[in-house]
């Protein structure tokens, strides 16, 4: 996957999520989602992968193959692998923004007001947001 790609979903993640930060901290932040995004392809291939396969590829990476030559041996040994991996991007890209609204949101709740043993704060407020 090309980088102009993966720049563009990380851009994409950070105009979903709502983040306004200085221009240091959104490039630092755009740097480290972007290194989780490359984690996650990465981790997702390696898990399509059948055994044989996995083996395979590891002595391959010891040629120290390029990013295309990589792409080349996944395509090669996955069916469908690009659909696959796009699947996975949109996933984690879903998962993170996901995550970074619920923590804005639980930054903002007075969570001493949720004291119910049997309902977790954030169970409260996805119950709320499913009545609106």
Known sequence: ???NILKEY????YNQADILLENSEEKEFKEELERALVEKIGEA??????EDSKEEYYVFLETKPTDEKIREFL??????FDEKINNEIINF????????????????????KYSNEDESVEDVLINESKNN
Do not use: A, Q, T, Y
């Open 1 to 3: 996957m090309s980088e």
């Open 10 to 13: 990380v851009n994409e993640i």
């Open 45 to 50: 291939s390696i898990d399509m992968l059948d």
């Open 75 to 80: 395509i090669s040994h996955i069916d469908n």
């Open 93 to 112: 890209c879903s998962d993170f923004i996901l995550k970074i609204k619920k923590s804005i949101i639980m930054g903002s709740v007075d969570v001493d």
